[in-house]
């Protein structure tokens, strides 16, 4: 069982930067696959991005690439997401997951956060 709970979602206006963390406890954090997930209202849950268990490879979602990036630091159990360029369509709660298969799969996760509200305002 992995516990994970995020943190650093808030309102910022378009153009603004977000950092969001996610802080994991439990089982071995390095044994997992992390992934960003987000899910605005009224939509379906939408994948973001995803790091390997070590940081080296990342896969990020088309309309994220080049402004999010993903990171985590094993020795503090954390995983990350820096969000620049914010858009009003980034508007979402944002959930952190772990997956305990080695590829950077899109869905299939196996632990989730509760998840943090970002607003972003034009």
């Known amino acids: 069982q992995v516990q994970l709970v995020e943190s650093g979602g808030g309102l910022v206006q378009a153009g603004g930067s977000l950092s969001l963390s996610c802080a994991a406890s439990g089982r071995t954090f390095n044994n997992y696959v992390m992934g960003w997930f987000r899910q605005a209202p009224g939509k379906e849950r939408e994948f973001v991005a995803a790091i390997s268990r070590n940081g080296a490879w990342t896969r990020y979602a088309d309309s994220v690439k080049g402004r999010f990036t993903i990171s985590r630091d094993n020795a503090k159990n954390t995983v990350y997401l820096q969000m620049n360029s914010l858009k009003p369509e980034d508007t979402a709660v944002y959930s952190c997951?772990?997956?305990?298969?080695?590829?950077?799969?899109?869905?299939?996760?196996?632990?989730w956060g509760q998840g943090t509200q970002v607003t972003v305002s034009s």
């Open positions: 997951a772990a997956d305990q298969a080695s590829s950077l799969r899109t869905t299939g996760y196996d632990y």
